[in-house]
């Protein structure tokens, strides 16, 4: 019976975080798309202020920068409703998602991690959706998943940031990811 209630409890909730994934790549990749137009860092409120004053005074300076600059705040706050109810939810999810206090930099290296995670989402449903109808192999599935479920593995990189990445890993933690995209291969989790 344990297999049938982990089924039972795992795979609605699997499939819906796989469901809403598309939307909330949707909104990263237009963040991303966004970025390199708009104002970001620590001064970008105040150079979004005085491009809005300049327009109102008819003055059309920074305009693309402007609009894109609010598209981007929309998205950001798209995100944000996603957080929860709460007034802490909505702060934790402030925090955590990209806005425009973050140089453009930082914000494509959160977008890039946080499409990981929805990434990984689509990957677990469709893996574990091929044992959706054994009870016994969709748990040994669950633990074969829960073995490479990193990220990482899901997150696109240029050659660049992967040998970045795997500088600033010890020994153990290279070893451990090297052993992880090779068991995600031989399951064909990844490719």
Do not use: H
């Not at 669950?142 to 696109?156: G, H, K, S, T, Y």
């Amino acid at each position: 019976t344990v297999p049938a209630e982990q089924f039972a409890k795992d795979w609605p909730v699997t499939q819906a975080s796989a469901v809403e994934a598309p939307g909330r790549l949707a909104i990263f990749q237009n963040i991303k798309k966004l970025t390199p137009d708009a104002f970001t860092g620590p001064t970008a409120d105040r150079r979004q202020a005085v491009a809005s004053f300049a327009q109102v005074l008819g003055i059309p300076v920074y305009e693309l920068e402007a609009a894109t600059t609010d598209e981007l705040m929309k998205n950001t706050k798209l995100l944000q409703l996603a957080g929860g109810n709460t007034d802490a939810a909505r702060s934790l999810a402030e925090f955590a998602n990209p806005n425009t206090k973050m140089t453009k930099e930082g914000i494509n290296r959160v977008v890039d991690q946080l499409m990981g995670i929805e990434n990984m989402k689509i990957a677990r449903a469709d893996y574990l959706g091929k044992f959706r109808n054994d009870p016994v192999q969709y748990s040994q599935a669950m633990e074969n998943f829960r073995q490479v479920a990193d990220p990482r593995l899901f997150q696109e990189m240029t050659e660049e940031e992967v040998d970045k990445l795997r500088k600033t890993l010890k020994p153990r933690e290279l070893n451990e990811i090297t052993q992880k995209i090779r068991m995600a291969r031989q399951l064909g989790i990844i490719q």
